[in-house]
């Protein structure tokens, strides 16, 4: 739970910084944040049903963490990208955000047919 945390913390803290530093990514970084939350909403909701249904599913860690297409090596390269282009900040972010939002239909795909 707390390496999960942790890990928003920095998502969102790097986020906040980007608004802060880029005034002109502040848009692009409140629809990442948005595409983070829609995610992190459809990863919990689908491991918990996993776990109270004794389902096998995810990964097996603590939460049961699903596939998707950005995960963590993911968001480290995007905000790496943005850290060495600044002036592209926005650009990086509204994309990133449409990648997270394909993780979000994708595990949501994923519940409905294991769900049903």
Do not use: K
């Amino acid at each position: 739970m707390l390496d999960f945390l942790a890990d928003f913390v920095v998502y969102g803290g790097f986020v906040l910084a980007l608004g802060v530093a880029r005034p002109d990514a502040r848009v692009a970084g409140l629809a990442l944040l948005a595409a983070y939350l829609l995610n992190n909403v459809a990863l919990l909701s689908y491991a918990s049903i996993v776990e109270r249904r004794g389902l096998e599913g995810g990964d097996e860690r603590t939460l049961r963490f699903t596939p998707a297409l950005t995960e963590g090596t993911e968001t480290i390269a995007a905000y790496s990208l943005i850290c060495v282009l600044p002036e592209h900040a926005a650009t990086i972010a509204w994309a990133f955000c449409a990648l997270v939002m394909v993780s979000v239909v994708q595990r949501v795909a994923l519940a409905r047919r294991r769900l049903g």
